[in-house]
């Protein structure tokens, strides 16, 4: 932030917002409660996970093969968000091209038609990677919007010769390596050998596009049909995996923020990953975490993640606030309108009968059937900044139709006895409920060396 512009601003920071329904009808004093949280902040972000359009307009979707949901949403849900307060949004996600290149440009109109700012998807890689800019009473405010884990058919390219680019995803670009000892090497390359599956020069299949740059001791185990990126070993006296960043990605995101920094007086990067070294722990990646601080270092204010739906520890950096995983804050998959044929062929439904399945056929959308206990709750966080300067930051839980905690049981529930669904709004969040939400935040903060109080049901880092 320019420490040309000293005046204090408050900054409301809600996650992801993967929101089906209209709820501008929605009256009740623990919702409008969180919305005018929103409201009372000079500027307020949040993460929408969904395309907006008419089914029309989109035509057929663009991935298949994955359990996950295909997110379109109603365009009027777009004048909702920014009717309950929201101002700027990312939009770069591993949902982002449902729908393909229609539905990235759907999404793109119809935030511009409702007033939301937005950045992280284009018509080409440089329009997905630029800044958006928003004025607000209290200064210029950029938005960089960046997501890993997407498959490549999603990322944005630049135009070519004749060629134009390719509409899709601002993407950061992930490799990951696994370290495992020498016996499990040579056990692994074996199993290869048995199974028939050439691995050519050095391990590596010599297919075109493969990329032939290893480390000395590592080795490729290509599936068919993988990249250069999957599967690649290497032979040590440990089991580890690391991670690392695609160069050009990080240098081109890294010049996004620079010219942010420059054009504005404050710089919120949101970055979406999907991936993980290993299973979704409790700790954020080391590519995030490096990614994160880079960002902080070429004139960043403030990084928000998101991506795998709960909440992560916070960390200040050089006196910054880097938001590891902001969470949920609207969560209605199971109110999808429209299902695909891959959507129900991946969660293993007969397709035989496919005119006889519908969108209420279970199960159909992660993050459901266990009732993670961190699915259905996070915060709407407050930050005040004033002169480049992080003044204080306000944890104000939220829950999302369940209770807090193992089981999640149900609280509010939509449709009939036999299968309710969840409402998925975020309510203010008492008791027990905020308790848990807090408590979480702080243990995960704490251990990235920021100290959370709690006071009055709110958490306070200063």
Known sequence: MSTSNSQPISIAVAGECMVTRPFSVGEEPEFTSVLDRLRSADLTYAHVETNFGEYAEVGAPARSGSLGSYFMTDPRVAHDLRWAGVDISSLANNHSFDFGAPGIMSTIRHCQAAGLAHAGTGRDLEEAREPAYLETRKGRVALVSVSSGNGAHEWATPPKASLPGRAGVNPLRTAMQYVVDQPSAELLKDVWRQLGIPMGRGGLVETSGAKSDRSEGEFVLPMPGSTWSSNKFLASDHFEIRSSLDQ???????????????????????????????????????????????????????????????????????????????????????????????????????????????????????????????????????????????????????????????????????????????????????????????????????????????????????
């Not at 299973?279 to 994160?292: C, I, L």
């Not at 520890?313 to 006196?319: A, K, N, P």
Request: glycine fraction near 12%; include cysteine; proline fraction near 5%.
């Open 248 to 462: 050009a990605d990080l240098a081109g995101n890294l010049r996004s923020v620079a010219e942010a920094a420059t054009m504005s007086d404050l710089v919120i990067v949101a970055h979406h990953f999907s991936n993980s070294e290993g299973k979704r722990g409790d700790e954020p990646p080391s590519f995030v975490q490096r990614f994160a601080r880079r960002c902080i270092d070429e004139g960043a204010d403030i990084y928000v993640g998101h991506g795998w739906h709960k909440t992560l520890g916070i960390e200040i950096y050089r006196g910054k606030p880097i938001i590891y995983g902001i969470g949920n804050f609207f969560a209605q998959s199971e109110f999808a309108r429209r299902v695909p044929f891959d959507g129900y062929e991946a969660w293993g439904h007969d397709v035989e009968r496919l005119s006889a399945l519908t969108p209420a056929t279970h199960p159909l959308h992660p993050g459901y059937s266990a009732h993670s206990a961190t699915w259905w709750s996070s915060a709407v966080l407050e930050i005040d900044m004033a002169g480049g300067e992080l003044g204080e930051i306000r944890l104000h839980p939220v829950e999302l139709g369940r209770k807090v905690g193992d089981g999640a049981e149900l609280r509010r529930a939509v449709g009939g006895p036999e299968r309710p669904l969840t409402d998925g709004r975020p309510f203010a969040a008492s008791g027990e409920d905020a308790e848990r939400v807090l408590e979480r935040y702080r243990e995960l903060s704490a251990a990235l060396g920021t100290n959370l109080a709690v006071k009055d049901g709110v958490g306070v880092i200063r």
